[in-house]
């Protein structure tokens, strides 16, 4: 074995003055800046991400309640849809009093069970013309009777639920009848 020259403490680099620390103790920080949070700012922060987590929870329980509501009128739209051709066929025989008996109770019974969830049918005669509800396919001249564009003739009826158009109604028009045209040159007309 080799014993190690002692090397004055100035040559070391190690402070004479300068007790050594022992691996066992520990070293209390001087500055607060070491200390770490406090424990008001550890609560003030576990609270904000507390409220964060609450606010993140409510936004999610609401998407899923609007998806779902969503979802559902989907679905009810759909059967509503596809029972479109059969409301057509219960209106056609009704018009030509076909409807009759038993026949009538289960035609009233579909029809208030589908007023029931809100399907309404629109687009009757004389009914002033919107092309985000009807789809005009003829045009039927013009009338003295009308003041605004409207329905004459009707071909198929439209349906709606609220706001939503399942089908728009398929009808022909008649414009309001032209004003007389006056003459700027006529010297009678002064």
């Given amino acids: 074995m080799t014993s190690e020259p002692d090397i004055p403490a100035e040559e070391s680099g190690i402070d004479a003055e300068e007790p050594l620390v022992d691996a066992g103790e520990s070293v209390e920080a001087d500055s607060p800046a070491d200390a770490g949070p406090t424990v008001e700012e550890q609560l003030a922060e576990r609270t904000a991400d507390l409220q964060r987590l609450q606010a993140e929870y409510l936004n999610y329980k609401k998407r899923v309640d609007r998806d779902r509501d969503s979802v559902r009128q989907g679905g009810e739209a759909a059967v509503l849809q596809a029972l479109l051709t ?23 019974s579909i029809q208030a069970v589908v007023a029931r969830f809100g399907l309404e049918a629109y687009g009757a005669k004389g009914e002033p013309f919107d092309p985000q509800l009807h789809e005009a396919v003829f045009h039927a001249g013009e009338s003295a009777d009308v003041e605004v564009t409207s329905i004459d003739t009707v071909m198929l009826v439209g349906y709606k639920i609220g706001d939503r158009v399942l089908r728009a109604a398929t009808v022909g028009v008649i414009d309001p009848a032209g004003e007389p045209q006056v003459d700027d040159t006529d010297p009678t007309n002064d």
């Avoid at 030509?96 to 038993?102: A, K, V």
């Fill in 86 to 108: 059969t409301l057509d066929d219960i209106r056609r025989a009704d018009e030509h009093g076909e409807l009759e008996g038993g026949f009538k109770s289960v035609a009233d």
